[in-house]
């Protein structure tokens, strides 16, 4: 079964500082996607970065990157020059990337709570 | 694009009665899923559709939850004689097929909080 470990409850960084926060992941499948999504405290779910099992290089959108090592399974997020804003949770998920079948849901880890010190 | 939209926003209700709360996903997006959060976890899959079709129902789906998404567009989840572990955020989110991050990404709602009495 799919399983999404984040060993992180609660992270605190300094502003500015880079922060990393840990994901590795448990799957059978060849064909996967990793996500990273965060969740401040009004809610809302976040797309932050994606990953897929093929790609061969690591993800990057602006100050998120994903550190990706294949066979350690994991898909760490890396947070570079932190901002108060950034404090929130943050969700590893991973799917299936089932072209044909009925595949189609996240499967969420527990989160880790970031909290950016002034 | 006006974002997916869930409604109501918060929900209280006592033990035993139904509750229904509808999901208004992304226009172009064939594929909607519903999620459950309780506090200090990770959203957990529920069901999904691709278009009006629902493709799959995880076994936290008792026989007291039933979603619907008719004529493909929005969608209600329905839970019936609420009881009070029912209490969570209910999230819905949607997404398009296809090829590369965009056809992945699923894009969420702000959610319904349900508190049952």
């Known amino acids: 079964a799919q399983k999404i470990t984040q060993t992180q409850p609660g992270m605190f960084v300094q502003e500015k500082e880079a922060v990393t926060l840990d994901c590795t992941y448990d799957?059978?499948?060849?064909?996967?996607?990793l996500f990273w999504y965060k969740q401040p405290s009004s809610g809302e779910m976040i797309f932050l970065i994606y990953?897929?099992?093929?790609?061969?290089q690591n993800a990057t959108e602006g100050r998120y990157s994903l550190n990706f090592q294949k066979a350690r399974k994991s898909a760490n997020l890396v947070i570079s020059a932190s901002q108060l804003g950034d404090s929130a949770m943050y969700f590893c998920?991973?799917?299936?990337?089932?072209?044909?079948?009925?595949?189609?849901?996240?499967?969420f880890g527990k989160g880790t709570k970031l909290s950016v010190k002034p | 694009d006006t974002g997916v939209s869930q409604d109501p926003r918060h929900k209280i209700t006592k033990r035993g009665q139904n509750v229904t709360f509808r999901c208004d996903p992304i226009?172009?997006?064939?594929?909607l899923y519903w999620y459950r959060q309780t506090l200090g976890q990770g959203p957990e899959f529920l069901t999904y559709?691709?278009?009006?079709?629902?493709?799959?129902k995880s076994r936290l789906l008792s026989d007291r939850f039933s979603a619907e998404r008719p004529k493909g567009s929005f969608s209600t989840l329905e839970i019936q004689r609420t009881e009070q572990g029912d209490s969570a955020m209910y999230l819905c989110?949607?997404?398009?097929?296809?090829?590369?991050?965009?056809?992945?990404?699923?894009?969420f709602g702000p959610g319904t909080r349900l508190t049952v009495t």
């Open positions: 989110a949607s997404s398009h097929t296809g090829a590369g991050a965009d056809g992945y990404e699923q894009y």
């Open positions: 799957t059978s499948d060849q064909s996967y996607g």
């Open positions: 990953q897929g099992s093929y790609d061969e």
């Open positions: 998920a991973m799917r299936e990337l089932n072209y044909g079948g009925s595949q189609g849901n996240l499967i």
């Open positions: 226009s172009e997006h064939n594929r």
């Open positions: 559709f691709q278009n009006e079709a629902q493709l799959e």
